[in-house]
């Protein structure tokens, strides 16, 4: 089959490997780009999926809070000069403001909430007309202590993130809230990694280390070590701590006598495609000369 363009730089944007490689990897695989980055990684080709951390759009994150209740709204604008308007970030604190105080459970009902005698999606529209470029209430994520520590953290308006602990201090809170900002952990512990990534991360342990030559025994020990420290990577209380790198999540956790029992993390523009543009080429193409 033909290998587009496109799935290369998609595969290279993942992976981290080399245009050859990813074009015998998506030969391999019949086009597949899922299938092609799972043999890049068997292969030792490629670390980690990269796809995930790709942040395309631009807008703000807000954070509202009060007690152990918190909320953070993503605001989205087509551009970073519209989200640095003065007028944007009115809006955005606004919107987080009444997503807190209305106890909106979802955009929708956030969209519909009362915001200076109107709605939500009123004032959106008003501000779309104001800045000229379109403006989107995207995502929210709430979190009520009921009891428990709750930590929030912005970074640069960029990432947000909200942990709920039991036990712990908001001190404690709020650090592991900047861990979750910096490190992006998609689990709390490797007991909550799903069975089928289990299964898939141990597959690809078996072909990093099958060729070894090493007797059977020997072999299981090296994909149960390869594993656990995959698994421990991939989650919150298995990261060294950014506060202190010389020990774990799971230790500070422990030391504190707390526990994780939920985190919420967003990023402008996560999970949205934005188009590039090619400057160069659009240049030659003016000029004739593609």
């Known amino acids: 089959m033909q290998i587009t363009a496109s799935q290369v730089k998609e595969l290279r944007e993942r992976s981290g490997a080399g245009m050859m490689e ?10 597949n780009v899922d299938e092609a980055m799972e043999w890049l990684r068997k292969t030792g080709l490629a670390k980690a999926d990269k796809k995930a951390g790709r942040v395309a759009a631009e807008g703000r994150i807000v954070l509202a809070s009060r007690g152990t209740d918190a909320v953070l709204v993503e605001i989205n604008s087509e551009t970073d000069f519209v989200a640095k308007d003065e007028n944007f970030m009115a809006f955005s604190e606004g919107v987080a403001d009444v997503a807190l105080k209305s106890g909106a459970s979802d955009i929708d009902a956030l969209k519909a909430a009362a915001m200076n005698g109107a709605t939500v999606e009123d004032a959106r529209q008003a501000l779309v007309a104001k800045v000229g470029e379109n403006v989107l209430v995207r995502r929210m994520a709430r979190i009520e202590g009921n009891g428990n520590t709750v930590g929030a953290y912005v970074h640069g308006g960029r990432i947000g993130v909200l942990v709920e602990l039991k036990g712990g201090s908001e001190e404690l809170a709020k650090g592991i809230a900047m861990h979750v900002a910096a490190m992006n952990p998609p689990y709390i512990s ?19 280390v099958k060729e070894s030559g090493k007797p059977a ?10 594993l ?11 990261q060294p701590y950014v506060m202190d790198t010389s020990v774990t999540v799971e230790q500070v956790l422990k030391k504190e ?3 994780v029992k939920r985190f919420e993390r967003l990023a402008v523009g996560e999970g949205v ?12 193409k003016q000029a004739g000369l593609a």
């Open 22 to 31: 990813c074009k015998k990897a998506l030969a391999e695989n019949n086009g």
């Open 190 to 208: 490797p007991d909550n990694v799903p069975a089928d990534i289990v299964a898939k991360e141990k597959d690809i342990a078996l072909a990093q």
């Open 217 to 226: 025994e020997i072999l299981e020990k090296m994909i149960s070590g390869k």
């Open 228 to 238: 656990r420290k995959t698994l421990s990577e991939m989650s919150l209380t298995g």
């Open 257 to 259: 006598g707390a526990e």
């Open 273 to 284: 495609e934005k188009k590039e543009d090619d400057f160069a080429a659009e240049v030659m």
